[in-house]
T-cell receptor, first 114, second 111 residues
């Protein structure tokens, strides 16, 4: 079975642009979470979606938004990009909406802002 | 102060050495994950535990809920174990719980 897939793998943008990152969960998984990992730091929680509804949101500005589609795939959108948005964006999927179960991570999208 | 602290931040070892990575947390948790991150960025889940001890191959994870501390041990370390090891705790309850991550321990094992 395919694992969690994220696209694109790498992306270069300039300040002020917007970006859309995509995540396909493992087949059968209904929850998708998004994390931002700045170089040298641990991941930070951005969003969690379960059954197409937002279940949680981390301490990120409104420039960050996400959604989950009927097939449980998800998109993370970031508007008005800043230099500080440069990071590895990770997606994780799980069967249900709580975090005390195995989490399956994708390889991430590395976003660079020039 | 971070809610999840790991030590050491960096660790070097010779092949075959026994390795211990520590994780302390200051919040109430329902479970704790140990994760492995390779240079490319992808993260692999190693363990999830809420009490006691788990073992998988050369890896052992323990947790002491009363002391708010967990350890990851690697026996007979090998260069392929070189990676960043991240501790993440599950904080909150039910539908609103979330993962809080430590900053990771970078392990390098030399032949």
């Amino acid at each position: 079975d395919a694992g969690v897939t994220q696209s694109p793998t790498h992306l270069i943008k300039t300040r002020g642009q917007h970006v859309t990152l995509r995540c396909s969960p493992i087949s059968g998984h209904k929850s998708v979470s998004w994390y931002q990992q700045v170089l040298g730091q641990g991941p930070q929680f951005i969003f969690q979606y379960y059954e197409k509804e937002e279940r949680g949101r981390g301490n990120f500005p409104d420039r960050f938004s996400a959604r989950q589609f009927p097939n449980y795939s998800s998109e993370l959108n970031v508007n008005a990009l800043l230099l500080g948005d440069s990071a590895l964006y990770l997606c994780a999927s799980s069967l249900y909406g709580n975090s005390n179960q195995p989490q399956h991570f994708g390889d991430g999208t590395r976003l660079s802002i020039l | 102060k971070n809610e999840v602290e790991q030590s050491p931040q960096n660790l070097t070892a010779q092949e075959g050495e026994f390795i211990t990575i520590n994780c302390s947390y200051s919040v109430g948790i329902s479970a704790l994950h140990w994760l492995q991150q390779h240079p490319g960025g992808g993260i692999v889940s190693l363990f999830m535990l809420s009490s006691g001890k788990k073992k998988h191959g050369r890896l052992i994870a323990t947790i002491n809920i009363q002391e708010k501390h967990s350890s990851l041990h690697i026996t007979a370390s090998h260069p392929r174990d070189s990676a960043v090891y991240i501790c993440a705790v599950v904080s909150g309850e039910g539908d609103t719980d979330k993962l809080i991550f430590g900053t990771g321990t970078r392990l390098q094992v030399f032949p």
